[in-house]
């Protein structure tokens, strides 16, 4: 099989290390790719929001399927570009998408699918907006209604802050605040079957203990020990199932990754919100865990032929991912330095993220750099595996979270 691949992430370069594992892969292409990617695969300079280049390429490539990465392509109509064209795409049609692109929609989807969520309002004006956050009280959750980079969403006490970061979009969704402990759960899909993928915890602030902002994701561990055993068969049944199920209802199908990010409340398990595509940086912790050909499960969710694939099958091991951001991220990350001290071995992975070579060295070029994956058969050897690596790369002013999975791990050994 050839596969292309779209994206430049370390999520990218966990999903190449995962394809090329694959032994009915015979080419791997990434566009753009990265300098860890390079090292595993094709890379092809392109613009990820030009679809027709990306036909263009996947047909001179003769690529029996086409894998999304990132979400912005899919909101672009790429996957229909694609299959227009009659290239298998891995990654939702533009329709499909919205149930990331549109925060409102997403809810129109689960209240008619009856997957359980927050209660929220969609508000287009200061009124609207005072009297959903009055309703709800503090803590108060406000989200923007498209696509936003996380930067979107607002969870504050202060309802100034709230009114004035609704203000900031056309129109928003304010919710009530969900308790609990939150968990990343991945459905594959093929429009119709739906195959549910083990539940990861990612990691949002920026700095240990759950200080600072909220980022991209600074770290992420999987499974998760104390997480109830019927997690993903609950989730199947009554989020991702139901939802694949009304998208399919109205039309939309949707193919590629559900990701469900849940809170397990107080008051039974919640969905946050829904993304149409692999997390980042879950699928660093996911993907060297699985031990299913991943080329093959997608080409057979991209090829409507789930039904009878069967489970998925997965490692004992832990694995537990870090990532280093550049000094300043997320406000103001300052790119351009040098990077060395990348040392891998057998138990650990480093996933490229922000990296650039100049004058044939590395520099960093984002503000999450490195995602540094560690395995082990617990998450405290996998942490160790972790930290040893990324503790050994030398990024000026660089940062990571010393904290991530220590509960986690601190709880298993106490099991
Ligand atoms: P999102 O961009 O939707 O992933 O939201 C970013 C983060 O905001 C989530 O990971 C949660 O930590 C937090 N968040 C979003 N919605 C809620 C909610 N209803 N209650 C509590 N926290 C929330
Ligand atoms: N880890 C959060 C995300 O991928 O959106």
């Not at 990654?91 to 998408?97: E, H, L, R, V």
């Not at 100034?160 to 968990?183: N, T, Y």
């Not at 549910?196 to 990691?203: K, T, V």
């Not at 984002?366 to 996998?382: E, H, I, P």
Request: with cysteine; hydrophobic share 40%; aromatic share 6%.
């Amino acid at each position: 099989m050839k596969v292309l691949l779209i994206g430049s992430g370390g999520r990218e370069h966990a999903l190449a290390a995962a394809l090329n594992r694959d032994t009915t892969l015979e080419e791997l292409h990434v566009a753009p790719g990265n300098p860890g990617i390079a090292e595993i695969a094709l890379c092809h300079a392109i613009d990820i929001n030009d679809n027709s280049a990306i036909v263009e390429l996947a047909k001179k490539l003769n690529s029996n399927l086409v894998v999304v990465g990132p979400e912005k392509p899919l909101v672009n109509g790429l996957a229909d570009a694609l299959n227009k064209a009659n290239i298998a795409c891995f990654g939702p049609s533009k329709a499909a998408a919205q149930i990331e692109g549109s925060k409102d929609f997403a809810k129109q989807v689960m209240r008619d699918a009856g997957v359980p969520t927050a209660k929220s309002f969609t508000c287009n004006n200061q009124k609207e907006i005072e009297k959903a956050l009055d309703t709800f009280g503090a803590p108060y959750v406000v989200k923007h209604d498209g696509l936003a980079a996380g930067k979107g969403v607002v969870v504050t006490e202060d309802r100034d802050l709230a009114i004035e970061h609704a203000l900031l979009a056309p129109q928003v969704v304010i919710e009530e605040f969900l308790d609990g402990p939150e968990v990343s759960l991945f459905g594959i899909s093929d429009g119709t079957t739906v195959i549910p993928m083990q539940p990861a915890q990612d990691f949002k602030r920026a700095f240990d203990g759950d200080l600072g902002p909220n980022t991209g994701g600074m770290g992420a561990y999987s499974p998760l020990p104390w997480a109830p055993d019927e997690i993903m068969e609950e989730t199947l049944n009554q989020v991702l199932n139901p939802t694949i199920q009304e998208m399919a209802a109205r039309g939309t199908p949707f193919v590629g990754l559900l990701y469900a990010g849940l809170a397990l409340t107080s008051r039974g398990t919640k969905v946050i919100e829904f993304n149409a595509r692999f997390g980042d940086p879950e699928t660093q912790v996911l993907l060297p865990r699985l031990k299913t050909p991943l080329a093959q499960l997608l080409y057979a969710a991209a090829t409507k032929n789930l039904e009878n694939f069967g489970g998925l099958e997965w490692s004992d091991d832990s694995a537990v991912t870090v990532v280093l951001a550049s000094e300043g991220y997320p406000a103001d990350p300052k790119v351009g330095e040098a990077i060395t001290g990348i040392k891998t071995n057998e138990s650990s992975y480093v996933f490229h993220a922000g990296t650039q070579i100049r004058d044939g060295v590395l520099h960093s070029s984002g503000g999450r750099v490195l995602t540094v994956t560690g395995l082990g058969s617990d998450l405290t050897q996998a942490r160790d595996a972790a930290y040893r690596t990324v503790s050994r790369i030398s990024l000026p002013g660089s940062h990571y979270r010393s904290d991530i999975a220590l509960n986690a791990s601190v709880a298993e050994k106490g099991n």
